[in-house]
C-alpha cells in the first residue's frame, strides 16, 4: 500500500474548522483523511507549529523550504517522492496516488 505524508503549512488545526471561518478545502482534506482511516488507510500529517522538528530532519523538505521558502507548503509526500507542492490533493489525486478505490474517500454509511 501507498504510504502518503502531507506537509501542511503553519496553521492553529488540521481540520479547518479553527478561526473566525471554515476553511472549505481543508475541511475536505481533514474528511478524506478520516475516511482513508476508517478503510484503514493512514494518511500522516505534520504540521510546523505542533512538529517543527520534523521538517529539520526530514531532508527532502529541509531542502525545499530552504530553496522555495513556506509557499511551498503544503507537501504531498508518496513513498518517500513529493508528488504535489502548494496545495492539497485533489479528490482524484487522493485515490490515484494511494492506488485506493473512489469509495475509500468517502464516508461509511452508518
Known amino acids: 500500500m501507498n504510504q502518503m505524508t502531507i506537509f501542511d503549512p503553519a496553521m492553529c488545526c488540521s481540520t479547518g474548522v479553527c478561526g473566525p471561518s471554515v476553511d472549505k478545502n481543508l475541511l475536505r482534506v481533514a474528511t478524506i483523511i478520516d475516511n ?62 494511494l492506488d485506493v478505490p473512489e469509495d475509500y474517500i468517502k464516508a461509511k454509511a452508518h
Open 36 to 97: 482513508l482511516d476508517q478503510n484503514g488507510v493512514k494518511v500522516t500529517r505534520h504540521n510546523p507549529a505542533s512538529d517543527p522538528k520534523i521538517f529539520i530532519h526530514n531532508q527532502t523538505i529541509k531542502k525545499l523550504l530552504n530553496k522555495k521558502g513556506v509557499d511551498i507548503l503544503p507537501v504531498t509526500v508518496v513513498n518517500d517522492e513529493v508528488v504535489k507542492t502548494k496545495d492539497y490533493p485533489s479528490d482524484q489525486e487522493f485515490i490515484q496516488y
